[in-house]
């Protein structure tokens, strides 16, 4: 039985629901911490198609330039939103069967070459995801005075285009 891997594949799918909203409610090119946000999410998202697996067995993506994973470097690269959610898309398939081909006795070892055990490198990516969508959220509610809606459970997330004005469940009451 793969209770941990189930536990993991349901708690993971509201971080991916959330830093999506963050994309479709932040202002891209506002400078947050000296680099624009749209940065910062493909720093986050980055860091999660390589961390969440294997840091030390990686192929970045065909976009990637050399250094683009830190929003402090200067890059030639500029990505649309649209980019940014297609990536996104990959990425939480690529977890989900990820986590789908995992038992729970492989979240205690090492993949190949990595110094962490696939738990770790869940937990670590749970933080980190949750961490720079929490900093974009802070910076769209700065700047509109509203904070979007955040998933807690995907059980009861209704998909209505509604980003903010409730708390991130169930249908919004008038």
Not at 90 to 116: A, G, H, N, Q, V
Not at 165 to 173: A, H, L
Request: charged share 25%.
């Amino acid at each position: 039985m793969n209770e941990l891997c189930k536990i993991i594949k349901d708690t993971v799918k509201p971080n991916f629901l959330n830093i999506r909203t963050s994309i479709q409610t932040y202002d891209r090119d506002a400078i947050c911490c000296g680099a624009p946000c749209w940065r910062w999410v493909y720093h986050a998202l980055h860091s999660a198609d390589k961390w969440f697996f294997n840091p030390f067995v990686y192929e970045e993506p065909s976009f990637h330039e050399a250094g683009m994973d830190n929003p402090d470097n200067p890059t030639s690269v500029v990505l649309s939103d649209e980019q940014l959610l297609s990536y996104l898309d990959r990425i939480e398939k690529k977890t989900m069967d990820y986590l789908d081909s995992l038992t729970d006795e492989d979240l205690y070892e090492k993949p190949e070459k990595c110094i962490y055990t696939r738990l770790e490198l869940v937990l670590r990516q749970y933080r980190h995801l949750s961490f720079h969508t929490g900093m974009l959220n802070g910076q769209t509610a700065v700047t509109t005075g509203k904070f979007p809606m955040w998933v807690s459970e995907t059980d009861k997330y209704v998909d209505d285009g509604i980003f903010f004005g409730r708390y991130r469940k169930g249908q919004i009451t008038t």
